[in-house]
């Protein structure tokens, strides 16, 4: 059976540097344009939650502690 991985975002702390989004090998994470955090950055999120893959490139990669993986049953 496959893992299940969740991603959440401390929204308010992206600055939209998009260095997450960069080192997703499965190209998973996206400027959320449609948002405004309270620094006046769109925050990073997450196009398709099931294919994570919880390899957690992203969260090591972000300078602002902005993403939180954890794993679901």
């Known amino acids: 059976m496959k893992k299940k991985f969740k991603l959440e975002f ?8 998009e260095l997450c989004a960069a080192a997703c090998p499965k190209h998973l994470l996206a400027i959320d344009k449609s948002e405004v955090n309270q620094g006046g950055y769109h925050p990073i999120g997450i196009t398709d939650q099931e294919a994570c893959i919880g390899c957690a490139s992203c969260a090591v990669m972000c300078p602002d502690g902005v993403i939180n993986i954890y794993e679901v049953e």
């Open 10 to 17: 401390r929204k308010n702390r992206c600055k939209g540097c």
